[in-house]
């Protein structure tokens, strides 16, 4: 099955500065990335996918980057704030049929003010 | 707010006790997923149905079971409970039967066994 590897497992910045989480996946197939951010005593929410037709995907301060060859993603967040502080997991699945998402296992960003 | 409900938010229960989750997806979903999530393992994908169906299996223990109702609202029941079992129960619901569809996650079960 499918494997998810997520880097750093912490993560802290300053205000105003980037921030970047990568993924790794194993299965060749998966054609689908989600990434959902957990808020302390809430469930993941879904900030940003990116599906294997386009490279990049871009909302406001987030972006997501897909290199289907090194069978890698990333995260990107821009000019960060207190509230990004949260922690973020990314995701694969194939697209089609009953697959199913496997999770990273998860990055705790912290921004500093 | 997802739309997805999950009670109760707390649960302390015993070694050896069974338990009963409950889950009510967001209006119009007819999938609904459980995972477990733990400070080891991050989040485990345990089962999903769609429209009272199971279709999907995850790393779900013979100790757990799941049903989807009519109604749709689930329920994940957990038993012979092990001191390992302690975890966040999230389950989330999406409209199609897609694993890849847009998964909307509820608030979820915070399960301590003693």
């Known amino acids: 099955g499918e494997n998810v590897e997520q880097h750093p497992s912490t993560l802290s910045v300053q205000e105003g500065d980037s921030a970047v989480i990568k993924c790794t996946y194993s299965d060749s197939a998966s054609n689908y990335f989600p990434w959902y951010k957990q808020e302390l005593g809430k469930g993941p929410q879904l900030i940003i996918d990116i599906r294997s037709n386009v490279g990049e995907k871009k909302d406001q301060r987030i972006a997501v980057t897909l290199n289907k060859t090194a069978k890698h993603f990333s995260l990107h967040i821009t000019e960060t704030q207190p509230e990004d502080s949260a922690v973020y997991f990314c995701a694969a699945s194939f697209f089609s049929g009953y697959s199913t998402l496997t999770f990273g296992k998860g990055t705790m960003l912290l921004v500093s003010p | 707010d997802s739309g997805v409900t999950q009670t109760p938010k707390h649960l302390i229960t015993a070694t050896g006790q069974r338990v009963t989750l409950r889950c009510s997806p967001r209006s119009g979903d007819l999938s609904v997923y459980w995972y477990q999530q733990s400070l080891d393992q991050g989040l485990q994908f345990l089962i999903h149905y769609y429209n009272g169906e199971e279709r999907a299996k995850g790393n779900i223990l013979e100790r757990f079971s799941a049903q989807q109702f009519p109604d749709l609202h689930s329920e994940l029941n957990l038993s012979s409970l092990e001191l390992g079992d302690s975890a966040l129960y999230f389950c989330?619901?999406?409209?199609?039967?897609?694993?890849?569809?847009?998964?909307?996650f509820g608030p979820g079960t915070r399960l301590t066994v003693l």
């Open positions: 989330a619901s999406s409209p199609g039967p897609r694993g890849a569809d847009t998964q909307y």
